[in-house]
């Protein structure tokens, strides 16, 4: 059980470049997130997809564009970097139950280092 | 809007010492309250959580955390410090939506250094 991957774990790219960072889990969780993590901010939600087929903005959607494949995966996409998007990036997972029950822990990947000149 | 304080950016303990580790709330509703760790070039890994029920929680290695609603508090705790507990700390509260979907929001994290 690899639990949540994420590629690349590293890279530079210059302003203006476009690239697509990739998660995907095999614990066969309904829902998936991006995050950014940045100094002295903690984590803040870029997009997340509660289920297969639907995805939604988080608190800081703009720039980035995001793709539920399938079940397993989930891509993000930097149409056109910018040096505001230098952080490290992660994807996580979780279950998603019914009703009240939808409080259940995030899985999350080991990240990706992400630095825009 | 759901938010979370850590109002510590570090704590300080000598290990074999109790440390603690603050969080305080705010949600509309009942609060989900979570706790990640995360160390160094890796991702958060789960702790522990409050859902319902008794205010001690007990998580993943030796830590526990005591749910407060009039303080609205959820402070991380552990008996006595190991310097592996060395890491950065976040509460997390769950922000359900009408749909019943969690979103996380989280504090901005606490950098705990434990010294042998």
């Known amino acids: 059980n690899a639990g949540v991957t994420q590629t690349p774990k590293f890279q530079v790219l210059k302003t203006g470049q476009s690239m697509t960072l990739q998660c995907a889990q095999d614990m066969n969780h309904n829902s998936m997130y991006w995050y950014r993590q940045d100094p002295g901010m903690g984590l803040r939600l870029i997009y997340y997809?509660?289920?297969?087929?639907?995805?939604d903005k988080g608190e800081v959607p703009n720039g980035y564009n995001v793709s539920r494949l399938n079940k397993r995966e989930f891509s993000l996409r930097l149409e056109s970097a910018a040096p505001s998007q230098t952080s490290v990036y992660f994807c996580?997972?979780?279950?998603?139950?019914?009703?009240?029950?939808?409080?259940?822990?995030?899985?999350f990947g080991p990240g990706t280092r992400l630095t825009v000149l | 809007a759901q938010s979370v304080a850590q109002p510590e950016d570090q704590v300080n303990v000598a290990e074999g010492n109790p440390l603690t580790v603050k969080c305080t709330y705010s949600v509309s509703g009942n609060p989900y309250l979570f706790w990640y760790v995360q160390y160094p070039n890796r991702g958060l890994q789960f702790l522990l959580k409050?859902?319902?029920?008794?205010?001690l929680v007990k998580g993943s290695y030796g830590f526990e955390a005591e749910f407060n609603k009039s303080q609205t508090s959820f402070h991380l705790k552990k008996p006595s410090a190991l310097v592996s507990d060395s890491a950065l700390y976040f509460c997390?509260?769950?922000?359900?939506?009408?749909?019943?979907?969690?979103?996380?929001?989280f504090g901005t994290g606490t950098r705990l250094l434990v010294s042998p």
């Open positions: 409050y859902i319902t029920g008794d205010n």
């Open positions: 997390a509260v769950s922000a359900l939506r009408e749909t019943g979907f969690q979103k996380l929001v």
């Open positions: 997809s509660a289920s297969e087929g639907t995805t």
């Open positions: 996580a997972s979780s279950e998603r139950t019914s009703g009240v029950s939808s409080y259940n822990e995030q899985f």
